[in-house]
């Protein structure tokens, strides 16, 4: 790591040349960071690279990264107290801890899309406060009311991101503190109701203990999650997702990943007992087949307008 110089709110710059041997599809593997196309805290700069806002136990820091294929290298920069943090993790941010050996695909359209997709890895960014507070949010709700609350909340009580990233829009999450002390009526006017804020603040005020989940194997750092009021099946299978690595974790509970995914298989929308016997050949790699699938536009075709905001869905936690 290197230091190129000072951004115009003095902060040093860090840079990384990451070569993994392997080709890295940055964006792809990213994306499922991004809560919506206006998530204050992820910035895709239009094929040009990727920026994060990122509260790391260091402090916080602003992250681009650019792959550059034609090196076979990502060049990583980054910003704030939290720089070196960020640019020591970036090859587990990109997947490298994801041993994708052993996964077979036992359906044409998992094997189509492990074709298209066979540079993706599993994601994980160790910080485990940042995926869960979103996915708390999105209990139960549209992702259009969930992204919306997410982004009025990270404007309102996060920080801008360090660097360069200040200019650009991009802000850091609020620290666990931050999101323990927000007033009752400031949930309820970004959209957020009375449970799911409580939960927030559950998990803000045990944030030490849900942050070294991180260290723990996944099936004690997954028992530890769930063992939170508030956190179920599907937000620790959201978490696991992001923060863990987990190649396993299904969103089991989600409104429309069972749909999606046995529609993709068998051609019927059906439910979680129908998904869970469909993925049981993937014991392992579960999730790898779900997120294969929603890479490759696996989703079932969608008749009918969308659902109106503040609409709830069936429990999701």
Do not use: N
Request: charged letters at 20%; zero cysteines.
């Amino acid at each position: 790591m290197s230091p190129t110089g000072r951004s115009a709110d003095a902060s040093p710059a860090l840079t990384r040349v990451w070569r993994p041997g392997r080709a890295v599809p940055v964006g792809a593997i990213l994306s499922v960071f991004r809560r919506g196309g206006g998530d204050p805290t992820v910035h895709p700069d239009r094929g040009q690279g990727w920026w994060l806002g990122l509260p790391t136990p260091q402090g916080p820091a602003t992250l681009r990264l650019v792959a550059q294929p034609a090196l076979g290298e990502v060049q990583a920069t980054a910003w704030g107290a939290g720089a070196a943090w960020a640019l020591e993790r970036v090859p587990s941010l990109l997947g490298d801890e994801d041993d994708p050996g052993g996964f077979v695909a036992h359906h044409p359209p998992v094997a189509q899309a492990h074709t298209r997709y066979a540079a993706w890895r599993v994601p994980r960014s160790g910080l485990v406060m940042h995926a869960l507070v979103p996915a708390i949010i999105e209990q139960k709700v549209t992702g259009q009311e969930a992204f919306s609350a997410q982004r009025l909340l990270v404007r309102r009580y996060g920080t801008q991101a360090p660097g360069p990233g200040a200019e650009r829009g991009l802000f850091i999450p609020p620290e666990p503190g931050v999101w323990a002390s927000i007033p009752s009526w400031e949930w309820l006017r970004a959209g957020v109701d009375g449970a799911r804020s409580a939960a927030v603040v559950r998990a803000a005020r045990h944030a030490g203990r849900l942050e070294q989940a991180a260290a723990l194997p996944l099936a004690d750092a997954r028992a530890r999650l769930r063992a939170l009021p508030g956190v179920g099946v599907w937000t620790s299978a959201e978490v696991a997702q992001r923060a863990l690595g987990d190649p396993d974790s299904v969103s089991f509970g989600d409104y429309h990943v069972a749909k999606d995914i046995t529609w993709a298989l068998t051609g019927e929308a059906l439910d979680d007992d129908a998904l869970a016997e469909l993925l049981e050949p993937y014991a392992g790699h579960r999730y790898r087949v779900q997120r294969l699938l929603e890479l490759d536009g696996g989703r079932r075709p969608r008749r009918g307008p969308r659902m109106a905001p503040r609409r709830h869905l069936p429990t999701r936690r």
